[in-house]
């Protein structure tokens, strides 16, 4: 799969050429419009309708995403596989929500007051704390 960082020299490229491409690929935005994506929001591609006009406007990354959610990703998965920041990558899901490209929903929710879930994640906290 080809990133953006490929075409990077050995010497690690130039530093403005790597602010400006996220820059480009989001036209200049900073941040999406919807404020409920966060690092575990699960993103899954919808099918797509025939033909290529489903692809026309979209960028490189873009077509990334549509790829590698079609099993539903994190949006921190779709992040590192595009090797670009949250921030960026949050964007560009943003766009695909708003052509009805992919879908977006929480993780699963845990029931709540199950004793069984606060068991285990007291448990997850308890060991990343020994860590």
């Known amino acids: 799969m080809s990133h953006w960082t490929d075409d990077l020299d050995a010497d690690g490229g130039d530093p403005a050429e790597l602010s400006v491409r996220p820059y ?28 290529r006009a489903a692809a026309r406007g979209l960028q490189p990354e873009h077509l990334v995403i549509l ?17 670009l920041p949250v921030s960026v990558t949050k964007i560009l899901i943003d766009d695909l929500v708003a052509r009805g490209q ?25 060991g990343l704390r020994r860590l």
């Not at 790829?67 to 090797?83: I, K, M």
């Open 24 to 51: 480009t690929i989001t036209q200049g935005r900073t941040a999406p419009s919807r404020d409920d994506l966060t690092l575990i929001t699960i993103v899954t591609t919808v099918d797509p309708p025939p033909g």
């Open 67 to 83: 790829r590698q959610c079609r099993g539903s990703a994190a949006v921190a998965e779709v992040s590192a596989e595009l090797n």
């Open 102 to 126: 992919v879908t977006t929903r929480p993780p699963i929710a845990m029931a709540v007051g199950s004793e069984s879930n606060m068991n285990l994640l007291r448990a997850v906290r308890d």
